[in-house]
């Protein structure tokens, strides 16, 4: 099954942009995967799901300052002009024809 | 508008039982695939099983740590999910969350989540 690796922790200031990764584990490259935000102390919320291709689709509801690109193995999430209730922890998903699987989650402090 | 209602939450002794409900509206229930996904304190996100819809055949799949003592099943009468939990371990202290995913939705949504809470 795949394994999804994040780094545990960046930061950005306000109104500035940050790039998080979601990296695939060997032979799972090509896996769409789908970001999550989790504000603290609420329900995670659903941002977007991306593919391999660069392709993404937004949630209902969810700002345009957020976008997805791949390259490689590599899902990023960039976040653009950071507000201060965008910090929060960032997982990645992705799912097999049996199992889903979850990063460890990024958490993004704003400085 | 989507919407994902839990209930059943609560504290139970090592060893007992609880089911959480998820009561779904503002999607075609009936051909959508369910999750069931938890997180324990000050931990990240942790899937536990999915139920595949009844014409996609209905079955279900269950991550190791709850195989064989939870139980995922839907009512499709009654736009219902819920997680049957079984022989309960202090290690399943979570707040548990239903979930759709994008494999039959256009868009993942997350239920309001319920604390578990296993102790003795």
């Known amino acids: 099954q795949p394994v999804l690796t994040q780094s545990s922790s960046a930061s950005a200031s306000l109104g500035s942009s940050v790039k998080l990764t979601c990296t695939l584990s060997?032979?799972?490259?090509?896996?769409?995967i789908a970001w999550h935000q989790q504000q603290p102390g609420k329900a995670p919320r659903y941002l977007m799901e991306?593919?391999?291709?660069?392709?993404?689709n937004r949630g209902s509801g969810v700002p345009d300052h957020f976008s997805g690109s791949s390259s490689g193995a590599d899902r990023y999430l960039t976040i653009f002009n950071i507000q201060s209730e965008d910090e929060a922890v960032y997982y990645c998903?992705?799912?097999?024809?049996?199992?889903?699987?979850f990063g460890g989650g990024t958490k993004l402090t704003v400085l | 508008e989507v919407q994902l209602v839990q209930s059943g939450g609560g504290l139970v002794k090592p060893g007992g039982s609880l089911r959480l409900s998820c009561e779904a509206s503002?999607?075609?229930?009936?051909?959508?695939?369910m999750n069931w996904v938890r997180q324990a304190p000050r931990k990240g996100l942790e899937w536990v099983g999915r139920?595949?819809?009844?014409?996609?055949?209905?079955?279900?799949d269950y991550a190791v740590p709850v195989k064989g003592r939870f139980t995922i099943s839907r009512d499709d009468s009654k736009n219902t999910l819920y997680l049957q939990m079984n022989s309960l371990r202090t290690d399943d202290t979570a707040v548990y969350y239903c979930?759709?995913?994008?494999?039959?939705?256009?868009?993942?949504?997350w239920g309001q989540g319920a604390l578990v809470t296993v102790s003795s």
């Open positions: 979930h759709i995913p994008t494999v039959t939705s256009a868009g993942a949504y």
């Open positions: 503002g999607f075609t229930f009936t051909d959508t695939w």
């Open positions: 139920i595949k819809s009844k014409i996609d055949g209905g079955t279900t």
């Open positions: 060997s032979g799972h490259s090509s896996y769409t």
């Open positions: 991306l593919e391999g291709s660069g392709n993404y």
């Open positions: 998903e992705t799912w097999d024809s049996n199992t889903w699987v």
